[in-house]
């Protein structure tokens, strides 16, 4: 999704070769990505062969923004300062 975040589109293969993923493995990333409508799929030809781009969804980016806030509040969560029994007044 991070990549989607930043181009408008990205076909298969720049996905591929970035993350470096199977085919297979990339193919069910997308489909449940696709399942949820967090990524649209636009399908067409370059010459004779089949060219695949993806791109995220309002749906997709509202999620992820949401998922980024949660990363972030756990970090926070996990640099703030704990109450511990060594820390208390004697």
């Known amino acids: 999704m991070s990549l ?19 085919d297979g493995n990339l193919a069910s990333h997308l ?3 696709e399942k949820q409508e967090y990524i649209a799929v636009h399908k067409s030809f370059v010459g004779r062969k089949p060219h695949t ?3 995220a969804t309002k749906a997709g980016k509202q999620a992820f923004s949401e998922h980024l806030d949660a990363l972030e509040a756990f970090l926070r969560q996990m640099d703030s ?3 511990s029994p060594d820390s208390s007044p004697s």
């Open 4 to 22: 989607l975040m930043v181009d408008d589109r990205v076909d298969f293969l720049t996905l591929k070769q970035s993350l470096d993923l199977s």
């Open 31 to 33: 489909a449940s990505l």
């Open 53 to 55: 781009e993806y791109e």
């Open 81 to 83: 300062p704990k109450d």
